[in-house]
């Protein structure tokens, strides 16, 4: 255990900025296996004969196991650590994605994607719960965003990349390349991340500016009956984020697995240009996420503004920009289509950084992956929904109004429930669950 005390006006090593980009490296990694399929998706229909709905239930199998995954993902990374389950999580990326690039039928590539979601479903509670190790409240919104920005800018360069890939040297090859860069990720994974206490390179002096501005050690654990999925799930603040970033993680995974195609056949964009024009609003996205979820908002706390309505203020109008997926909907340009949507995605990741911040600011360190995973959980609830019911809307209406439309209503219901649900952000007060 590192301890030491902090001197004034000594410079701070920064060792916890190398973590925060391991993190964001492994999220990019992930992120390429998940934008494979929706670039794959004419070279998939010719490969099996599928149809648009089929391809819908395809986009979301990932999400089933992902989803299945969370709560019990969420107590394993509070009762083994965040470095044993990395290494078993990110061994299976690289399987999946071999396993679908060789498989001869559809059920075998089904097969794949549920075992990409499991491998996958620690991500994102792993990384919250890593980030509010490694980082003092002050600076979370800024390493936060670095990893989930890196979701983004996945899809910015991924999409136009994997596609040309596909293009020259077939789809198989393209699932076959995001196996090896995984196993490369797993190799650095493995021998870099450690937790703060066990890290060697770690100072005394960074080590205690990392404690610096946390809750005491008296108040970093809970009560059994608290600290209990069933206890968390009833909390109200717990049921606003759950709700809040549900609606964005359902507009997320719309646009993740649908823009490619809406772009084909709403605005009739051929292949190779669908695949550069889906990059604009991801690579938008990228910047909204990292300065103004994360920059803008660790700025203006250690300036000394309200750290509650800073953050508030960006979940709320960033959730709020997204219902500019309604204006997408009756786009008839290329250009309006992209302003609208990046618009939509681009509000929506300013959002995400204090979303995934929430959890580490409402509860002890002893049940941030569990909350993490009841939010991820309902999350990847909306990223299953969100491809399938895309795919029944515009087989039946053969347009993408109702799809958007769907989309627009979850977002209301979402600002509603970080206004009068979640509330201010603070920890929830620990009274007796009985």
């Known amino acids: 255990m590192h301890t030491a005390e902090l001197t004034p006006n000594q410079p701070i090593p920064r060792r916890r900025w190398n973590i925060a980009w391991l993190l964001g490296l492994g ?43 969370q709560l019990p993902v969420g107590v394993l990374l509070d009762k083994y650590g965040i470095r044993p389950i990395g290494r078993i999580s990110t061994a299976l990326w690289g399987v999946a994605s071999f396993a679908a690039a060789i498989t001869p039928t559809l059920s075998g590539f089904f ?63 393209s699932f076959a390349l995001t196996g ?51 206890y968390l799930m009833r909390q109200r603040k717990v049921i606003g984020l759950a709700l809040g970033f549900g609606s964005y993680n359902y507009v997320f995974y719309l646009l993740l697995t649908w823009l490619p195609t809406y772009l084909s056949i709403a605005l009739h964009i051929d292949l190779v240009h669908s695949f550069l024009y889906t990059g604009v609003p991801w690579l938008f996205a990228t910047v909204t996420d990292l300065v103004i979820g994360g920059w803008l908002v660790d700025h203006l706390v250690q300036r000394g503004w309200n750290e509650n309505r800073v953050r508030k203020t960006v979940l709320v109008l960033g959730t709020a920009c997204g219902l500019g997926i309604l204006g997408a909907a009756n786009a008839h340009t290329p250009m309006r289509a992209l302003l609208w949507i990046s618009l939509s995605i ?45 795919g029944y809307l515009v087989a039946a209406h053969h347009s993408f109004e109702w799809a958007f439309g769907v989309a627009t209503i979850y977002l209301l219901i979402g600002i509603s429930a970080y206004i009068f649900l979640l509330g201010k952000i603070e920890p929830f007060p620990l009274e007796n669950p009985a």
């Not at 005394?204 to 209990?228: C, F, K, R, V």
């Open 111 to 173: 097969g794949a994607r549920l075992l990409l979601g499991i491998g996958e479903a620690p991500t994102f509670p792993a990384n919250g719960k890593a980030i509010a190790h490694w980082f003092p409240p002050r600076e979370r919104s800024f390493a936060t965003s670095i990893f989930d920005a890196a979701a983004k800018f996945a899809s910015a360069i991924g999409v136009p990349l994997i596609g040309l890939i596909l293009l020259k040297v077939g789809w198989r090859w």
């Open 27 to 69: 999220v990019l990694v992930n992120y390429f296996d998940r934008v494979n399929l929706s670039v794959s998706h004419d070279a998939l229909v010719t490969t099996f004969g599928i149809s648009t709905v089929t391809f819908g239930y395809l986009s979301g199998a990932y999400n089933w196991t992902y989803a299945m995954c």
């Open 180 to 230: 090896f860069i995984s196993v490369a990720y797993f190799i650095l994974f493995w021998f870099v991340y450690k937790d703060p206490q066990d890290d060697p390179l770690l100072t005394p002096q960074e080590h205690a500016y990392i404690l610096s501005g946390s809750p005491p050690p008296a108040t970093l654990a809970l009560p059994d009956a608290q600290n209990s999925l069933g």
């Open 346 to 390: 681009g509000g929506l990741s300013a959002a995400a950084p204090v979303g995934w911040c929430v959890p580490s600011l409402i509860a002890p360190r002893s049940s941030i992956g569990k909350i993490g995973g009841i939010m991820n959980f309902t999350s990847q609830i909306s990223g299953i929904v969100a491809p399938i019911l895309t």
